[in-house]
DNA sequence: GCCAACGTTGGC
DNA sequence: GCCAACGTTGGC
């Protein structure tokens, strides 16, 4: 089992968008960028840990825990012209971003914020990828080591 | 709103 | 294959 963290910005779909949706299951659609979709493509798999991440807003940090629960499948959302993520080079026959699906567990009792996460860069989040400068990647892996290390901050 | 960092595009 | 221009991300 592989654990992740996943950004969200909380304007378009928070942690409680995630808890109040059917079931606590979403879609995880929009991903354009290559590298985190081949995360998603090759290594994701039913049950691993999500870090779930809110990002652009006031309090930027990690806000709780998901668990992957359907494994990487076309994303439509690349197909529909109307849709903002639409893109008209990812044919049908052959789609060329993908999403999977993951279901609400728990939100923390606090916002762990990254600014927090940040005090521990030169310890044990010291190869956190999230606190690489200048990281963009919506997608990331972490450790087994960095995720229990940031649920114990709770 | 600003801006640094990054990814993608496209001319050559 | 290089690289400038452009668009996007995301912290602040």
Redesign the pocket.
């Known amino acids: 089992m592989t654990y992740w963290l996943m950004?969200s910005?909380p304007g378009e779909f928070s942690i409680d968008d995630l808890q109040n949706a059917p079931g606590g299951e979403t879609f995880w659609d929009g991903v354009?960028?290559?590298?985190a979709r081949n995360f998603m493509r090759d290594d994701m798999k039913v049950g691993d840990g999500v870090l779930y991440?809110h990002?652009?807003?006031p309090e930027?940090g990690v806000v709780g825990i998901a668990t992957v629960c359907r494994e990487a499948y076309p994303d439509h959302t690349a197909f529909d012209p109307e849709d903002k993520h639409y893109d008209p080079?990812s044919d049908p026959d052959n789609p060329r971003w993908c999403m999977v699906d993951i279901r609400f567990e728990r939100k923390f009792e606090r916002v762990i914020l990254?600014?927090e996460l940040?005090q521990h860069a030169d310890g044990p989040l010291r190869d956190m990828l999230l606190l690489?400068?200048?990281?963009?990647?919506?997608i990331t892996p972490v450790t087994s080591e960095e995720w229990n290390f940031i649920l114990s901050l709770e």
Not at 32 to 35: I, V
Not at 132 to 138: D, I, K, T
């Open positions: 950004k910005e354009r960028n290559y590298q991440y990002s652009n807003c930027t080079k990254l600014r940040r690489r400068r200048g990281n963009r990647l919506s």
